[in-house]
């Protein structure tokens, strides 16, 4: 028995999401099946990260156990043959028995790719979300500067997250933009169920000039999600992937990246 892991982009836009479900219409069923077919035996994933309905991901780690022998190249070239064109391997590898590619993740990495503009998406549609005020920068930046650091983020938490603590750190906020799009970039210990859409609630309310950014920490402080913005839509949020110990070399970075602006 071998342990392999796997680097996965992914469009969420047509998924309900990553984990399994009996209808069979998220990523985690297409990619078992794509991986059963090619093994010629049944598969069992765990993924680092699972993502909700709608969200996308560009470096995605799993790990499966097979008795197949297979080139590392084959897991890739011979797997993405039987998946669907939204799905993608990006990169194989053989990191050990014990790897675990969720327990061993020490980071998680997001992005959100926010248009804004007078007019909604279009080509983008379902890869971008969507503003049409302006935004201020610096105001944004001063609320994100807030929310940094080891909290009790259940101001942020979803009502149906599982999580046995709301207490997670967040390592940074980074926002930058190019042309008319904005690029949120979080990355912490781990996440609650629709943390960062929550954030993102938050930090374009402010943005917006709807609120200021001190209202930032008083959310937090608050400990309620009554007390936030509402929950900002899954379109334009991609998971960038885990973080591993070095020893492990897994890639941190995919060609799928470069085409996310900066």
Known sequence: MTRIALGLAYRGQDYLGWQSQPGGRTVQDRLEAALSRFADEPIRTVCAGRTDSGVHALN????????????????????????????????????????HARNLARR??????????????????????????PLDLSAMQAAAALLVGEHDFSAFRAAECQALSPVKTLYSVHIGRRGAYWRFEFEA????????????GVLLAVGQGGR??????????????EAAAPTF??????????????????????????????
């Open 60 to 99: 995605q780690v799993v790990h499966f156990d097979t008795v197949r022998e297979r080139e590392l190249f084959s897991w890739v070239r011979g797997v993405n043959r039987y998946l669907p064109a939204d799905i993608a391997v990006q990169w194989s590898a053989m990191p050990g028995d014990s790897f």
């Open 108 to 133: 998680r990495r997001y992005a959100y790719l926010l248009l804004e503009s007078p007019v909604r998406p279009s080509v983008e549609f379902g890869a971008s979300g969507w503003v049409f005020r």
């Open 189 to 200: 210990s781990a996440f609650l169920h629709h943390m960062v859409r929550n954030l993102m």
């Open 212 to 225: 200021s950014p001190a209202w930032a920490g008083e959310v937090l402080a608050s400990r309620s999600r």
């Open 233 to 262: 839509a899954p379109d334009g949020l991609y998971f960038l992937g885990p973080r591993y110990d070095e020893p492990l070399a897994l890639p941190t970075h995919t060609p799928a990246m470069d085409w996310l602006p900066a």
